[in-house]
C-alpha cells in the first residue's frame, strides 16, 4: 500500500500534464466562435466541422491547411517562383475572412503594382507595356470560377513569342534579350 502511494505521489504531474493536453487537443469552440460568415470563394467550407480546414484547435490560422487546398500556390512556392514564393507563413496578414459576401479576399491595387514583387521583372520593351492583360491572357491563366487569376499556365517566353527561326530552341534567353531580337554576335543582350 505504502509503495503504490508513493508511485502515484511521483507520477500524478505526469498524469494531470497527459490529461490536460488529451482535453487541451479537443474542439473547444463552436460555431458562434467564429467572427462572422465565410467568403463567397470559401462558401463551400462553411459548419462547425470544416474550422480545421483553416485552423488549428485554438482557432489560429494555419498557413499549411491553405496550402492544402491552394496546390497552385503550394506549387510555386516550393519552386520560389510567384509573387507568393517569400510568402508561405503569413496569409492571413493579407487574406481576410469571414466577413460573408463582403470579405475582400483578395485586396490589392492592380494599377500599383511594383511586377519587381512576383520575381519576374518587366524589362526592356516589356517595361513599355501599359495593360497588364496583353500579357495576362485569359486563355493563359490559372483557371478560376468567378475571379480573374494573375497565374499564368504558361510562363515562357515561347508562350507569347512566336520563334522566327526553325529548330528546337527552348531557351531563347541564350541569344535574345527582351528590348528586340537583334542577335549580338560577341554575346547575348543583357537586358
Ligand atoms: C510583358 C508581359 C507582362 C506584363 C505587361 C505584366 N505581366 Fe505580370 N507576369 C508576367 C509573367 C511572364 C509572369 C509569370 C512569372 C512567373 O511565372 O515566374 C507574371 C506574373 C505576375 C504575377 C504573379 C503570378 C504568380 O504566379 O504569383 C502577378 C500578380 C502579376 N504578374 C501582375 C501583373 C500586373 C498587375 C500587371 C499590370 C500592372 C502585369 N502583371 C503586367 C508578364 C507580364
Ligand atoms: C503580403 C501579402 C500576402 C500574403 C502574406 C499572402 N498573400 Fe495571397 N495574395 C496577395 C495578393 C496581393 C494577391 C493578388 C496577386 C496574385 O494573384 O498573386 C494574392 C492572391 C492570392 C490567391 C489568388 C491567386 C489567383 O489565382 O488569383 C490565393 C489563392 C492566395 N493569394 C493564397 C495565399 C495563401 C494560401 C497564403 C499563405 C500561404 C497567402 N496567399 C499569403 C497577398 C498576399
Ligand atoms: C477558409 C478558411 C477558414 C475557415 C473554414 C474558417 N476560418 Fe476562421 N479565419 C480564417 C482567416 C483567414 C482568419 C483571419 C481573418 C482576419 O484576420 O481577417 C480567421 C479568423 C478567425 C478567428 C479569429 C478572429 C480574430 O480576430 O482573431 C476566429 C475566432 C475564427 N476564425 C473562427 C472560425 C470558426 C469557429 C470556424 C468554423 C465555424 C472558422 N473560423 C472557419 C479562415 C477560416
Ligand atoms: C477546402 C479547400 C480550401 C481551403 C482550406 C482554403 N481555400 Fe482558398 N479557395 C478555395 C476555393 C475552392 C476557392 C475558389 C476558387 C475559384 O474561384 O475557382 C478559393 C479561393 C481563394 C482565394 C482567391 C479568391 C479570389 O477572389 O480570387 C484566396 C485569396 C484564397 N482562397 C485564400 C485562402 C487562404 C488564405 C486560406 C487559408 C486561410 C484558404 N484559401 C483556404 C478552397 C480553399
Ligand atoms: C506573357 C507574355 C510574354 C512573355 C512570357 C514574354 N514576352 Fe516578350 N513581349 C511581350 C509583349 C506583349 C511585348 C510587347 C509587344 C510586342 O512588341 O510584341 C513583348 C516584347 C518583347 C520584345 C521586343 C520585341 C520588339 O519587336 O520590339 C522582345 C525582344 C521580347 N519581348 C523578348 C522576350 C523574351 C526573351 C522572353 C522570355 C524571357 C519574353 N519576351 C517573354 C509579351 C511577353
Ligand atoms: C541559338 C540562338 C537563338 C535562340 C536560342 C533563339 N533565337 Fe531567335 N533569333 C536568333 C538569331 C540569330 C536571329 C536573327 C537575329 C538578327 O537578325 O539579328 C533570331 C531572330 C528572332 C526573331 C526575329 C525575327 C525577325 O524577323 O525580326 C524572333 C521573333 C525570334 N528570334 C524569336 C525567338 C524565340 C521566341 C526564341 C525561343 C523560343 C528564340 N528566338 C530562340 C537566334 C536564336
Known sequence: MKIDAKIFKCCWPALILVFSVFLWSQQHYT??????PLSTAHKDSAGLKNCGQCHNNDLEVVPKKCLTCHQE????????????????EDCAVCHTEHEGDDTKLVDWDVEDFDHEETGYPLLGRHKTVTD??????KENSFPRKTTFSYLMED????SCHEPQHPGQQ??????????????EIWGRNTR
Do not use: E
Not at 510562363?155 to 515561347?158: D, F, G, K, M
Not at 527552348?170 to 542577335?183: A, E, I, K, P, T
Open 155 to 158: 510562363s515562357r517566353c515561347l
Open 73 to 88: 500556390m503550394a506549387l510555386r512556392i516550393s519552386a520560389n517562383r510567384g509573387f507568393h514564393r517569400d510568402k508561405a
Open 31 to 36: 460555431v458562434d466562435d467564429a467572427p462572422g
Open 170 to 183: 527552348d531557351n531563347c534567353q541564350v541569344c535574345h534579350g527582351r528590348n528586340n531580337w537583334r542577335v
Open 132 to 137: 497588364c492583360l496583353i500579357c495576362h491572357k
